[in-house]
């Protein structure tokens, strides 16, 4: 079974879609969403807003960087019976 960053990727299975083709999508929508200052276009009020979007921002710019990582190492072949978040194929 292939499981995606701990969850079960059957959507990966039904669509087709490869593991490097899904991790090349993840990149360009990510990364399309910072180049483009997705999340400069909310409103809200209050502090607590505020916190959230830069956490929300924060924790998208991690997540591309750990999915480039994992499309680096799945495209030089470091991924042959490990699944992308490491745990072994079931």
Not at 28 to 36: F, I, Y
Not at 57 to 63: G, I
């Amino acid at each position: 079974m292939i499981y995606l960053f701990g969850a079960k990727a059957y959507m990966l299975e039904i669509l087709s879609v490869e593991m490097r083709e899904a991790l090349e999508l993840a990149v360009k929508l990510e990364r399309g969403m910072l180049e483009h200052r997705f999340f400069d276009y909310f409103e809200g009020s209050g502090p607590s807003f505020l916190q959230d979007m830069a956490v929300l921002k924060k924790e998208t710019e991690e997540h591309l960087k750990s999915i480039t990582d994992k499309l680096d190492e799945f495209m030089m072949g470091n991924t042959d019976e490990e699944s992308i978040d490491g745990d072994k194929n079931e």
